[in-house]
Nanobody, 122 residues
Framework: VQLVESGGGLVQTGGSLRLSCAAS????????LAWFRQRPGEEREIVAA?????????YADDPVRGRFTISRDNAKSIVYLQMNSLKPEDTAVYYC???????????????WGHGTQVTVSS
């Protein structure tokens, strides 16, 4: 099983990036997918997540609402994170994650990529 992120880099405030995460070794279409980030000195936080069906999870304290969009291509086993209107506070290492579901139907993200650095300059 492998998750490999790409697409990170240096961008100016207001710019855009699209992160990709290629998965192998899993039945991709049956997994919940997510993007997390870890900013310097902070805990890892969830950024966006998607149900196996394509439904988007809604997080009440969503720090990127309206700017970031998660999507998936099941044929290619790739999950994307489109990031627009980037801000310096979006600077972080971004990780993709995949998981199945617990007995209550909640996703359990237990497969992780190694991360890709996103740096937003002011």
């Amino acid at each position: 099983v492998q998750l490999v992120e790409s697409g990170g880099g240096l961008v100016q405030t207001g710019g855009s990036l699209r992160l990709s995460c290629a998965a192998s070794g899993i039945t991709f279409s049956t997994f919940a997918l997510a993007w997390f980030r870890q900013r310097p000195g902070e805990e890892r936080e969830i950024v966006a997540a998607m149900h196996w069906s394509g439904d988007i999870y809604d997080y009440a304290d969503d720090p990127v609402r309206g700017r970031f969009t998660i999507s998936r291509d099941n044929a290619k086993s790739i999950v994307y994170l489109q990031m627009n209107s980037l801000k310096p506070e979006d600077t972080a290492v971004y990780y993709c994650a995949a998981g199945r579901y617990d007995d209550y139907g909640a996703p359990v993200f237990d497969l992780w990529g190694h991360g890709t650095q996103v740096t937003v300059s002011s």
